[in-house]
């Protein structure tokens, strides 16, 4: 059966969010018209299979990855989203060309300019003289179930919890941000740190931070779990058997095949048919090395804005 892997899902989301971005910048590289009538069909795919397609179409082109001239296509930014997708099941196309076509490129640049300018905006907002810990807003559509710290705020979350923050741009460069699940928001509630949820109506903020977004859902649910100590047989069942791709290394088969579980002193571990366990958190250190980053990853796309 094939399987979802969200990391690899993630760089095919960047990758084609930094084509629109180049090509934005850089107009006079569609002087290459064979490059310009490849750039176009990139944009009108709708299907996996018009995907593959526009693949041999790349390679017919003399601009995939294989064939790439370093002289001739210095300004060729497909060639490497033709290699990422290189390997890749139906499943994670499928996914990648679902959020494509959500994805407008003709309003990119004017949705990315407002968004810096939000940014700043929630910048001054949530700045504060007054005693309370961290402060969070409602982030998305109405009854999305989904919060947001920045700057300050978000890097004390990760002080705190260790949870992984990521990056949104403000008019002056990137800045701290957290998307918080409402699992993380029970936790927030229940830590006995002062939180203040500041609502500032109806807005979403774009980020392309989507590895660290997906670690920081996962995070928010596990440290739910052990702080309601207890895994019901649902639970379990959801976090059994994912199986993200990575290169094979020791301890590879026990993290992919194994099951997430924790101890009576909130440790979270993977664990498969009593072999030695594979440390995942031990309170608010969380282990993410290249053993264990793609199965966080995965897992916490399965959760999305749950």
């Known amino acids: 059966m094939e399987t979802l892997n969200m990391t690899w899902v993630n760089l095919l989301r960047k990758q084609f969010i930094e084509i629109i971005d180049y090509y934005d910048s850089n107009p006079q590289s569609f002087d290459n018209k064979v490059l310009k009538k490849a750039y176009d069909a990139l944009l009108s795919v709708k299907s996996v299979e018009e995907f593959k397609q526009w693949r041999k179409l ?20 497909l060639d490497i989203l033709d290699d990422y997708a290189e390997g890749a099941n139906d499943k994670i196309l499928d996914v990648f060309i679902r959020w494509k076509l959500s994805f407008n490129p003709l309003k990119w640049t004017e949705m990315e300019n407002w968004n810096h300018e939000l940014v700043d905006i929630l910048l001054k907002a949530t700045k504060r003289e007054e005693d309370v810990h961290i402060v969070i807003f409602p982030c998305g559509k109405p009854n999305a179930k989904r919060w947001a710290a920045i700057g300050q705020d978000a890097d004390r979350l990760f002080e705190v ?12 460069g990137p800045v701290s941000w957290m998307f918080i699940n409402g699992y993380g928001l029970d936790v927030l509630r229940q830590s006995g740190y002062s939180i203040q949820i500041r609502d500032f109506g109806e807005f979403d903020i774009l980020s392309t931070a989507f590895e660290e977004d997906s670690v920081a859902s996962l995070q928010q649910f596990i440290d739910y779990l052990r702080m309601m100590d207890k895994l019901s047989g649902e639970q379990i069942e959801f976090l059994r058997k994912i199986r993200p791709v990575i290169y094979p290394h ?35 250190n969380w282990r993410l090395d290249k053993l264990t980053r793609p199965l966080v990853v995965q897992m916490g796309g399965e959760l999305g804005e749950a």
């Open 161 to 172: 919890f260790g949870w992984q923050t990521g990056r949104v741009n403000s008019t002056n």
């Open 58 to 77: 790349l390679k017919d082109y003399g601009l995939s990855f294989t064939d790439m001239d370093v002289t001739a296509h210095k300004d060729n930014q």
């Open 250 to 284: 020791p301890g590879y088969w026990e993290l992919t095949h194994g099951n997430i579980c924790y101890d009576d002193n909130g440790n979270v571990y993977v664990v498969q048919n009593g072999k030695k366990p594979i440390i995942l958190a031990q309170g608010k």
